[in-house]
Every structure is written in C-alpha cells, then in structure tokens.
C-alpha cells in the first residue's frame, strides 16, 4: 500500500481518541493488515497487544506524561 494513501485511510478512520483498541480501529474499518502496514511504516505505534496509537500524537508528547 502506498503510504499517501495508508496515510489518508488511518487518518479518515481513526477513532476519536488517542489511544485506540484493536476492536475499535477494526470498528471503524482499519483492518489487520492496514495496522501492520501503518506500524512498519511508522504511521502509527503498538503500544501493546490490542492498543494502538498515532506516532504524531505519542512522539509529541512529554516524557513525563
């Protein structure tokens, strides 16, 4: 998958929130396969098993937080 287009399906169908379960994201039509795609690519970060989060978001946050 072409990451413009990964880019723009993650971004179209994220949940609203910050840290997403992988029943939520499959909910909202982000697939198996779109999230490991998204994960290599960098697009978003396994936090653990099942939970999920956008790199921009957990990148930008504070060491402390």
Do not use: C, N
């Amino acid at each position: 998958m072409k990451p413009d287009s990964l880019r723009a399906l993650v971004d179209g169908r994220w949940p609203g929130f910050s840290v997403a379960s992988t029943q939520q994201l499959a909910a909202a039509g982000l697939e198996d396969r779109v999230l490991t795609a998204a994960v290599r690519s960098g697009l978003i970060v396994r936090l653990m098993r099942g939970a999920y989060v956008r790199s921009s978001y957990w990148h930008g946050l504070k060491p402390w937080v």
